[in-house]
């Protein structure tokens, strides 16, 4: 396995391998690997002759008063991780490269990105499109493989490839999910045992929902209110959003739910921990 830390590096190694008839596919990642990063390499294995993981903890996509300080790091053991995993090529450059003083430029995508995790998180959805134009470049990637943990990032990315007519293939995998329900997260490791157990409170009012669906109610406040209602009863927990949107294009859904056709999507603040996770109907 090769680690690459040098942007020139790493486009030149990339040009040379798709020279070569290699197809790449790309895992972006913030690092902080785990199980559902690790769904993900495997599918990219499958698709592709060169396995690239980047562990980039993106400046771009934080607030002035969010976590990037002490978002988890932990490159001895992503090295570990991706070498078990299979990866040929770990990017992990540094932000001072990636970001010189004199960097300006900003990738933004303005429809999309306006709502849910958008609202609260004002600079996030720029700092991925921004990052992701340069790693599609840099890394040159025939397929990029997402995870659904957060399918508006997953519309997002999407919408930069299409419409910067990037020549790639997104891949996106189901959510993994530890054995309480609690989808698989960097942020996780922030969580005591306490809040651990109320956070795996998100899947479990989204299968309420579910359940209200599958018996053949379709209103989708009354879907919504009991989602809610179920994250409410949770002292811990902050509601800062639940809706429920087209899988596809990411459009609320206004009155009546289509099952096997509706995302429900929810993000709280556990204390000082903000969690997103999200059930298809």
Request: glycine share 6%; proline share 5%.
């Amino acid at each position: 396995m090769q680690i690459i830390e040098d942007l020139n590096k790493m486009q030149e190694t990339a040009i040379g391998l798709r020279s070569s008839g290699k197809l790449i596919a790309l895992v972006s990642t913030s690092g902080a690997l785990h199980a559902g990063h690790a769904a993900l390499i495997r599918r990219a294995r499958e698709e592709a002759d060169v396995v690239i993981v980047s562990t980039i903890v993106n400046p771009l996509e934080f607030g002035p008063n969010e976590d990037y300080q002490r978002y988890p790091r932990n490159s001895s053991g992503d090295a570990e991780f991706c070498e078990k995993e299979g990866v040929d090529i770990i990017f992990r450059p540094s932000v001072k490269e990636l970001f010189p003083e004199s960097f300006s430029l900003n990738v933004s995508e303005t429809c999309i990105s306006g709502t849910l995790c958008g609202v609260s998180r004002p600079n996030y959805f720029s700092g991925v499109c921004t990052l992701h134009a340069m790693l599609f470049n840099l890394v040159r990637p025939d397929h990029v493989v997402l995870g659904m943990r957060d399918p508006q990032k997953v519309s997002v990315i999407r919408k930069l490839v299409d419409e910067l007519h990037f020549p790639i293939t997104i891949f996106v995998e189901e959510i993994v999910r530890d054995t309480d329900g609690l989808p698989f997260n960097s942020r996780n490791a922030y969580l005591n045992d306490f809040q651990r157990r109320d956070a795996a409170t998100l899947h479990k009012a989204l299968c309420e929902g579910k359940k209200l669906v599958d018996q053949g109610i379709s209103n989708v406040d009354r879907v919504l209110a009991e989602v809610t209602h179920h994250i409410s009863q949770v002292r811990r927990l902050r509601v800062i959003y639940v809706a429920a949107v087209s899988p596809v294009t990411m459009e609320p859904v206004r009155s009546e739910i289509v099952p096997g056709k509706t995302l429900v999507l929810t993000a709280v603040w556990c204390d000082e921990v903000r969690l997103i996770d999200n059930i298809v109907l």
